[in-house]
Nanobody
Framework: QVQLVVSGGGFVQAGGSLRLSCAAS????????IGWFRQAPGKERDFVAVISFDGETTYYADSVKGRFTISRDNGKKMVYLEMNSVRPEDTAVYYCAAYSSGSYYNDFGYDYWGQGTQGPG
């Protein structure tokens, strides 16, 4: 089991940058792929990005590709989401989650979730 705590949210003007952090505790963090999702008011929770357990592979939603970067530091049990050139449509609550099975792009494939943080608009 892994516990996740999200931090780093806040307001950023359009065009600015923001970095979100996802701190993990518990066992076997480095065996989990970790994903970021976001949920805007009145909308479903959407996939943003995912990084493999070893950090070698990443996938992004088309809407953030080229602007957002996901990374991880297994030694520190941290996953990051660097958001650049933010847009008004990036405004949402952001969650990190530990992947379990199925498609990376569907939130029901993730077992453990952080509490969410508001960002960036």
């Amino acid at each position: 089991q892994v516990q996740l705590v999200v931090s780093g949210g806040g307001f950023v003007q359009a065009g600015g940058s923001l970095r979100l952090s996802c701190a993990a505790s518990g066992q076997k963090f480095d065996s989990y792929a970790i994903g970021w999702f976001r949920q805007a008011p009145g909308k479903e929770r959407d996939f943003v990005a995912v990084i493999s357990f070893d950090g070698e592979t990443t996938y992004y939603a088309d809407s953030v590709k080229g602007r957002f970067t996901i990374s991880r530091d297994n030694g520190k049990k941290m996953v990051y989401l660097e958001m650049n050139s933010v847009r008004p449509e990036d405004t949402a609550v952001y969650y990190c989650a530990a992947y379990s099975s199925g498609s990376y792009y569907n939130d029901f494939g993730y077992d453990y979730w952080g509490q969410g943080t508001q960002g960036p608009g």
